[in-house]
């Protein structure tokens, strides 16, 4: 089964850690710490599709070594906390990250705004334009109450399946005979 890279990135506090935990195991920590580097999450889609999420530091001190994490990644999901217009403002720099270091155009991303259970200072309006003037995919999410996360998710796995590198590994291990054997 092909796993596929999904790297999550965006400022401290936004959330990230929450909508992944929520996404992977149905919970969330009202009080989860900080991500320091990188934390790795698997999840069986569908008994053919295997992510790996990559839950990056959003903490300054570790943007050196965030460029790296975007090599080889078929899937980028950055998130911004809709009750910070800071948060917001960052996405830029995310994005300018993403187009130095990631394979734009063998990979997909979407934007999310998280923490839609809060009082906001980001309208959605003003999300959507700026993710429609990078010709992003935008939804929002509550990681607390698990609104919206699995839709989230199913967006963006419909839109790396539509990757051809991606269509073309499905095409690939489907015409793959299947054996008991564990070696040839």
Known sequence: MPTYKVVVAGSAGSGKTSIVNQYIYGTFDEYSQS??????????VDGETKISLWDTAGQERFKSMTGSYYRNAHAVMFVYD??????????????????????????????VGNKTDLQREVSEEEARAWSVQKSLVYDEVSAKNNDGIERVMCTLIRQMRALPEVKSETVRLQAEPNSDRCCY
């Open 35 to 44: 991500t320091i580097g990188i934390e790795f999450s698997h999840k069986d």
């Open 82 to 111: 809709v009750s910070s217009r800071e948060s917001f403002y960052s996405l830029e720099q995310w994005w300018r990250e993403y187009n130095a270091y990631g394979n734009v155009q063998k990979s997909t991303a979407i934007v």
